[in-house]
C-alpha cells in the first residue's frame, strides 16, 4: 500500500477524475475529487458557487479541501483545474504526496470538453479554453513531480497511472 497521497492536476477534460477514480479501484485505494468536495461542503455545485460567490470564495474552499484531505490516509486526489495556479495549494501537495500532471493535448480536450459543465468556463468559448490551457499549462509542469501522457484513451490512461503509482512504491 502506497504510504503517500497522489495528486492529480491538469486542465478540465484532462481525465484527472476518470482516470483517478478507476486507478484507485484498481490498487484499492480512497479517492476524492476537490471539486466535489467543494461541492458538498457548500451545498451547492461549482458552477453556483463561481456564479454566486465568485472564484476567489471557491479557491479558499478549494484549499480548505485540499488541507482536509491531507490528513487523510493516502489517496488518489483529481484537483479542480486552477488549483495548482495557488502556490499555497501546490506546497500542500509536495508536502503530502506526488504531484502527477495528467497531461492531453489541447485539440482532444476542446473535442469532447463540455463548457456548460465546466465552471469556469461556463458561457465560454473554445478559444476561453485555449486561453485557459496557455494561462494553467506552465503552472502544471511546475508543479507536477510526474507526468502522464494522456492522449491514447481512457484505456491506455488507466494502464500507465496504475504502473507509475505502483512503481512509485
Do not use: W
Amino acid at each position: 500500500m502506497l504510504n503517500m497521497h497522489i495528486f492529480l492536476v491538469g486542465m478540465a477534460g484532462a481525465g484527472k477524475t476518470s482516470l483517478g477514480r478507476r486507478v484507485a479501484q484498481n490498487l484499492n485505494m480512497r479517492f476524492e475529487d476537490t471539486d466535489q468536495r467543494v461541492s458538498e461542503m457548500m451545498g451547492m455545485s461549482v458552477n453556483d458557487i463561481f456564479h454566486s460567490l465568485g472564484e476567489a470564495f471557491f479557491r479558499n474552499a478549494e484549499t480548505g479541501a485540499l488541507m482536509e484531505l491531507v490528513g487523510m490516509p493516502p489517496t488518489i486526489v483529481s484537483t479542480g483545474g486552477g488549483l495548482c495556479t495557488v502556490q499555497e495549494n501546490v506546497t500542500l501537495m509536495k508536502n503530502h504526496g506526488v504531484i502527477v500532471h495528467i497531461d492531453r493535448p489541447l485539440d482532444q480536450i476542446l473535442s469532447d470538453i463540455k463548457l456548460d459543465r465546466r465552471p469556469t468556463l461556463a458561457g465560454g468559448s473554445r478559444e476561453d479554453v485555449i486561453h485557459q490551457y496557455n494561462t494553467r499549462i506552465g503552472h502544471y509542469r511546475a508543479a507536477a513531480d510526474y507526468r502522464l501522457d494522456n492522449s491514447k484513451g481512457f484505456v491506455v490512461g488507466v494502464k500507465n497511472l496504475t504502473e507509475m503509482i505502483e512503481n512509485m512504491e
